[in-house]
């Protein structure tokens, strides 16, 4: 976990739990590759017996994840909710003779989805290295090189892969927000199932999962075994069957919060099972399966992050210079982004220094695209922020004509093309200026447009105008002595070498 919540954090564990130590994360080389490990021996919650082994592989006995929707909060997950998680997925069950894709950072709940799937199964969990999983489409060969046959991921990532893209995955698992139909179109076939599935962390990970029909709706289906589904209207009364309310899940996957003062508005009594959990989704009660609408609240999904725009406003209110500020959320073709609207008190204070104040404070997901700042604030005759009037976010674009007379130059052009801000320093990060994983794939084909093709790995490793551009520059110097063959081939030729 990033360790700037570690103060925040570490004072509720030992006020609510009396834990008496917290390990954090550690990066290892294994094999050759770069993995992650977390580890949070906490006394009381973690522990290890003889039950707690399957099929030879060391299976958790508690977790403990961190929702990050602003400061973290700690959800109690038992042991007895992950035993039941993923038991039923999919139609044709996990095996020795299958390879599991480990691509989510160990911060997010659904890598506990990959692991649970390979070691129950006895499978093989196959670690990627982040950076190529942030990449997009270089994943592809990546994973038929490596025989992976089951993959569960975000649809944002997903999109990023073309039709043909993962050749030997069987089964394709798709969550942690809304998926488009195209998806399912695009990646179903007569050897591979598609499933969607739709869980909070509250709920241990996966509540329900639907497969995937080609030109049906797109659903998130039915309860997997031990969960209760009730789609309910503001009272808590059910829905009739087509109507939209609430979600609300109970079962033997209810968590609890770690501090029982977060537990009001979110877990209420339920007849079933004791405690059900109000997600805060709308969803259409359809006994075929239960159809996405949207959110209650203002919670978004921004690439797969739970995203509260007054949390993001509070956070920037906060700065000694702002007296006023609202975030709201805009849809275009870049997907969903963030626009930060401010009323500062000192005309000095640049779009700049408020980016950097929020990278300091909150996740990356939740730094505004946008930073509009105005003279004062519209509001309604009630004095409420005016939202309708709130001016749309500018980009001041500057495309790339002629020929750049650097390379350095024609990066900056393509950057402030694709992230539609006026200009770039040279050693402005991509990412904290509003990239990610999605513009990076825009990045990549605008430079192979203009003759300079990257592998979309390369923005993540290099990821400021001056590094990137000396990154050019080597390949250049160096282009004679690229293999030749296909992309795809090059690990197998790079293992070979150590045959001896």
Not at 205 to 234: F, N
Not at 291 to 309: A, H, L, M, S, T
Not at 324 to 346: S, T
Not at 408 to 431: H, K, M, Q, T
Request: hydrophobic share 45%; glycine share 8%; with cysteine.
């Amino acid at each position: 976990m990033t360790t700037r919540w570690l103060p925040d954090l570490s004072k509720s564990l030992w006020r609510v739990s009396g834990f008496r130590n917290l390990w954090l994360s550690q990066t290892v080389t294994l094999f050759g590759t770069s993995v992650t490990l977390l580890a949070l021996p906490l006394v009381g919650l973690f522990y290890l017996d003889a039950s707690a082994f399957e099929v030879g592989l060391l299976w958790a006995v508690e977790y403990l994840p961190i929702v990050l929707v602003g400061l973290p909060v700690g959800v109690w997950v038992e042991r007895l909710a992950l035993r039941m998680v993923m038991v039923v997925l999919p139609e044709q069950p996990l095996g020795p003779g299958d390879r599991v894709l480990a691509g989510f950072s160990v911060a997010f709940d659904a890598s506990c989805e990959e692991m649970w799937l390979a070691w129950r199964n006895g499978a093989c969990l196959v670690p990627a290295p982040r950076l190529l999983v942030r990449s997009g489409v270089d994943l592809c060969p990546w994973l038929v090189e490596r025989g992976v046959t089951v993959v569960s991921t975000v649809p944002t990532l997903a999109a990023l892969w073309p039709s043909d893209g993962l050749s030997g995955v069987r089964l394709l698992i798709l969550g942690g927000e809304a998926c488009p139909p195209e998806l399912a179109t695009r990646f179903l076939s007569d050897d591979r199932e598609v499933w969607n599935t739709y869980g909070p962390t509250e709920t241990t990970v996966v509540a329900c999962a639907w497969r995937m029909v080609r030109d049906d709706t797109v659903r998130i289906g039915l309860p997997l075994d031990g969960w209760t589904l009730a789609v309910v209207d503001a009272e808590g009364a059910p829905v009739r069957w087509g109507e939209v309310g609430e979600l609300a899940i109970s079962g033997v996957g209810v968590a609890r919060y770690l501090d029982a003062a977060n537990d009001a508005g979110r877990f209420t009594p339920s007849q079933r099972s004791g405690r059900a959990y109000l997600s805060g989704d709308l969803v259409r009660a359809d006994s075929s399966g239960l159809v996405f609408v949207g959110r209650k609240d203002e919670q978004v999904k921004i690439r797969g992050y739970r995203v509260e725009p007054s949390e993001v406003a509070a956070a920037l209110s906060a700065h000694s210079s702002v007296r006023q500020a609202h975030v709201r959320v805009v849809d275009d073709d870049n997907g969903k982004r963030l626009v930060a609207y401010a009323v500062l008190d000192d005309d000095a204070v640049e779009v700049a220094e408020l980016r950097r104040y929020l990278t300091a404070k909150l996740p990356a997901a939740m730094i505004p695209d946008f930073f509009v700042l105005l003279g004062s604030m519209p509001v309604t005759t009630s004095g409420k922020v005016d939202v309708r009037a709130l001016p749309p976010p500018v980009s001041e674009v500057r495309h790339v004509t002629g020929t750049p007379v650097t390379t350095e130059d024609l990066i900056a052009a393509i950057w402030c093309e694709v992230l539609g801000v006026p200009e770039v320093g040279l050693d402005d990060s991509f990412f904290d200026i509003g990239g990610h994983s999605l513009l990076v794939a825009r990045v990549r084909d605008r430079l192979a447009e203009t003759g300079r093709p990257i592998p979309a790995v390369a923005m993540f490793s290099h990821p400021t105008v001056r590094r990137l551009a000396g990154y050019l520059k080597d390949a250049d110097d160096g282009a004679e002595e690229v293999p030749s063959g296909p992309r795809r081939q090059r690990p197998r030729q790079w293992r070979d070498r150590l045959v001896t």
